[in-house]
């Protein structure tokens, strides 16, 4: 048990690298120290990577999603994995790039917002986690100068102003907040191409939550490293809304007719 | 050269226990009960932001009588210890039982070594498997005493314990056993008391992940009826 009078931040990663700094993420890898491009790394290519990830702002909130393939170079490693996570009761993140690193980040993050909330008794601002998480992407670049990128998105809805807010990152934890919508990951120029199209301010849920699978369905289509629907298998990409009412899952059920929407548009050309 | 005073270590030991036990009974009481759906926590708090109880993990809490920078810093040391070890490990290996040992631990670790003891006594209390709860209390010198139904720190905890014993059986309804907490707590001199005044959080076995809550003003004043 930590006593330790010194020891007085609320922060959780501040804890974890002071204590444990083997665990701390953006360790680099010492066989393979010193600053390589990303493309030359062979971790690029040997481990999974997740891909497309999209945020759109509308009146109330924010939907954010994710489609579910990873990749292992020019293998499919996971038909089913998740890209989209709940933080805490009023934010969400999705997380593109190196999976396993990604998977790390989300937990610590999770970890770090709960754990500032039970010691100050009260929750981080959007603001203050936007920033937080900014500083965990920036304490990975060393890994990502190996190959081991993490590019995560963020949503928060902000109770004190009334609305959803969307902020994006580089790998070098350059934290900036998008107004309407953003895609990254793989396909993200895609999905990005696909929202702008469609996109107008003042969405309604229903609205965004159709140009979100529509955007993805999109990407898949001209990104290989993207998975689209997969009615067979029962897999659809994964969609949350973080609104006034929390974080919502958006159900199966309520994407599949999206995507036959999607397909009878394109039959129809 | 002049050489320092003997004193045995027993009456060291005695001196300091005093020393302890006169800062805890100064305060006031805090209460653990286990209801019908966990576990309810009741302290006589006039404060509003110094909080007395606090939630430490997904089904643990906490509650600390005595002195408040003291018991607050042994609560954030709680805190780090549960959230690391979910982090290293998994959320289900935090244990109530690896907590409160932990807090026993450091508090015998300062009694026996630290010139001044902590004047405090803590509570860890969680929701074990099923229907069964735990209740650990914890005092100054690192005793540690697995309590069951009830528990009670700080101030004169003994007479409410007493009290308290004589009247709860088994787990009940959550208004019926704050209304048992309020009248223990009353009995010791305190005829005023109201339930509005005091701290209350629940862990609600009902409750999916974070079991904690705490009681807001509104819901007090329905309960108090």
Redesign the interface.
């Given at each position: 048990?930590?006593?330790d009078?010194e020891?007085l931040g609320s922060s959780?990663y501040d804890?974890?690298i002071t204590?444990?700094p083997h665990?701390s993420p953006g360790r680099p890898i010492p066989w393979t120290a010193g600053p390589s491009h990303a493309d030359a790394s062979p971790l690029a290519a040997a481990v999974p990577h997740g891909t497309t990830i999209l945020a759109i702002r509308y009146a109330g909130g924010v939907v954010i999603a994710g489609d579910r393939r990873a990749t292992e170079g020019y293998q499919i490693s996971g038909r089913r994995i998740e890209k989209v996570y709940k933080v805490d009761d009023w934010s969400a993140m999705a997380i593109a790039g190196a999976a396993g690193p990604c998977l790390d980040m989300v937990?610590?993050f999770q970890?770090e917002l709960?754990?500032y909330e039970?010691?100050e008794?009260t929750p981080l601002s959007v603001d203050g986690k936007a920033n937080k998480l900014a500083q965990m992407v920036k304490g990975n670049l060393p890994s990502a100068f190996q190959g081991l990128i993490v590019i995560p998105l963020f949503a928060g809805y902000d109770a004190r102003q009334r609305e959803g807010r969307i902020f994006k990152y580089d790998i070098a934890g350059g934290r900036y907040e998008e107004t309407d919508y953003h895609a990254t990951g793989s396909g993200g120029k895609d999905a990005k191409t696909a929202i702008k199209q469609y996109y107008k301010s003042g969405l309604n849920e229903h609205e965004a939550i159709g140009l979100a699978v529509e955007a993805l369905c999109n990407a898949a289509e001209e990104d290989v490293a993207t998975g689209g629907p997969d009615p067979n298998r029962g897999i659809y990409p994964t969609v949350k809304t973080v609104s006034a009412a929390g974080i919502v899952d958006v159900p199966s059920e309520r994407i599949a007719p999206f995507y036959t929407a999607f397909l009878e548009k394109r039959r129809e050309r | 050269m002049a050489l320092p005073y003997y004193v045995s270590p027993e009456l060291i030991m005695q001196d300091k226990a005093e020393y302890a036990k006169k800062g805890i009974a100064r305060g006031r009481s805090t209460v653990a009960m286990e209801y019908e759906h966990g576990v309810v926590l009741m302290a006589d708090n006039p404060s509003v932001?110094l909080?007395k109880i606090?939630?430490?993990y997904d089904h643990i809490a906490f509650a600390g009588a005595g002195k408040y920078s003291e018991f607050e810093?042994?609560r954030?040391?709680?805190?780090?210890?549960a959230?690391?070890k979910?982090?290293?490990y998994s959320r289900e290996d935090v244990t109530t039982k690896s907590l409160a040992n932990?807090?026993s631990?450091?508090l015998g670790t300062i009694f026996s070594q630290e010139i001044k003891p902590l004047e405090v006594e803590i509570l860890v209390v969680g929701l074990g498997e099923g229907e069964t709860s735990e209740m650990y209390r914890i005092s100054f010198d690192g005793s540690i005493f697995d309590e069951k139904l009830v528990a009670v720190i700080g101030g004169r905890s003994e007479a409410i314990m007493a009290h308290l014993k004589q009247q709860v059986e088994g787990p009940r309804p959550l208004p019926d056993a704050l209304k048992k907490g309020l009248e223990a707590l009353a009995s010791v001199g305190q005829p005023e008391l109201r339930l509005q005044q005091m701290e209350i959080a629940v862990l609600d076995r009902r409750r999916s992940g974070?079991k904690f809550r705490r009681l807001s003003q509104a819901e007090l004043i329905d309960l108090s009826g």
């Open positions: 048990m930590v006593f009078p020891q959780f804890l974890l204590q444990y665990l937990r610590l970890t709960e754990h039970k010691l008794g | 932001s909080n606090s939630e430490i810093n042994l954030k040391a709680g805190i780090r210890h959230d690391m979910g982090y290293l932990a807090y631990q450091s974070r």
